[in-house]
């Protein structure tokens, strides 16, 4: 289970930009969510993958209480939680080829295997891996952004507008690269947009941003 539970959070702690959000996705479960550009989405979405600490609330993964973020967190909790952004030009190292990140942990013969496994499930062609992300169109470098949050399997997936600047064919092909890895592990899904027709062909249910907060007293 992934459970955000009364999470506060924000960029400046006396001006939190939610208070007391909660949200919940059970194990093999793709939950969609949406709400108006700006609510905190992202912000929430960040907090789910380790990478934003809340100001208060907590976030419990697989039953356990994270108690540390980004850096700080322990290896195997951090590898638990993949990730894909919006943008993946501030996603992407430059200076790295699109196989150099899928090749990074583990022996060599495994992470070659790793990359002959991945590369077709996310549509990369051989001869796209050995370049650079300058040398490479938006939707090719998500495809190796998807890619690289798979590398360790995590258990949960949390997409960021993983779609929102891609053309029609490039969304279904990462969709179907989702799905396809989710039925093979049985990972969970957060994606988090403003497409409610995808989102709702998409995951098992889709919330609304105002449902996950506190009704007014
Ligand atoms: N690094 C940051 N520093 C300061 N404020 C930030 C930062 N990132 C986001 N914000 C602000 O926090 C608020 C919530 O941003 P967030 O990106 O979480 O919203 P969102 O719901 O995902 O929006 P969108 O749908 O437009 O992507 C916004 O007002 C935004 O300007």
Redesign the pocket.
């Given at each position: 289970m992934l459970e955000l539970d009364s999470v506060t959070a924000?960029?400046e702690r006396r001006a939190p930009?939610f208070r007391g959000a909660s949200l919940t996705v059970a194990p093999g479960e793709s939950v969609g969510l949406l709400?108006p550009?700006?609510?905190?989405?992202?912000?929430l979405a960040r907090v789910a993958a380790l990478l934003h600490r809340p100001d208060a609330g907590r976030l419990v993964l697989d039953g356990t209480e994270v108690r540390a973020w980004r850096h700080r967190a322990p290896r195997a909790r951090r590898t638990a939680v993949g990730v894909v952004f919006q943008q993946p030009r501030t996603a992407a190292d430059p200076r790295l080829t699109l196989a150099e990140p899928l090749r990074a942990a583990g022996r060599r013969a495994e992470a070659r295997e790793r990359v002959a496994a991945l590369a077709p499930a996310v549509g990369l062609t051989p001869d796209l891996l050995g370049r650079r992300p300058h040398e490479v169109s938006d939707g090719q470098l998500q495809r190796a952004c998807l890619a690289r949050a798979l590398t360790l399997r995590p258990r949960w997936l949390i997409c960021d507008?993983m779609t929102a600047m891609l053309d029609a064919s490039t969304t279904a092909a990462l969709v179907a690269a989702v799905e396809t890895y989710r039925e093979e592990t049985g990972a969970g899904l957060l994606a988090v947009g403003?497409d409610r027709v995808l989102l709702n062909r998409w995951c098992d249910r889709t919330v609304e941003w105002k449902d996950c907060l506190p009704t007014a007293a």
């Open positions: 924000g960029y930009v709400g550009s700006g609510c905190g989405k992202s912000t507008e403003h």
